[in-house]
Nanobody, 124 residues
């Protein structure tokens, strides 16, 4: 079982950048596809980005495509989310999670094993 701890959130002005990290424990990290999801106040948790076990395949929500980049370093048991050109609507708690094998990738239900989340706040 993989346990996840997110970090790197904070307060940033619109147009700024942040890099989130998600550190995983457990020797099976590299056998999981992984994802980043977010939950804004009053909204359901939503898909942001997905990365395959090797890192060779990525998917993004339309709302972040071209601005966010997901990556992973299996030697460090860590995945990252580079966020550029941030907008106020990106404000949310960001979570990393393991992908449920055999699931789709674009809903929160396709992921499990959530971390505690990290707050990202973008001011206008």
């Amino acid at each position: 079982q993989v346990q996840l701890v997110e970090s790197g959130g904070g307060l940033v002005q619109a147009g700024g950048s942040l890099r989130l990290s998600c550190a995983a424990s457990g020797r099976t990290f590299s056998s999981y596809d992984m994802g980043w999801l977010r939950q804004a106040p009053g909204k359901e948790r939503a898909f942001v980005a997905h990365i395959s076990r090797s890192g060779g395949v990525t998917y993004y929500a339309n709302s972040v495509k071209g601005r966010f980049t997901i990556s992973r370093d299996n030697a460090k048991n860590t995945i990252y989310l580079e966020m550029n050109t941030l907008k106020p609507e990106d404000t949310a708690v960001y979570y990393c999670a393991t992908h449920r094998r055999g699931s789709y990738y674009y809903t929160a239900d396709d992921y499990a094993g959530w971390g505690q989340g990290t707050q990202v706040t973008v001011s206008s």
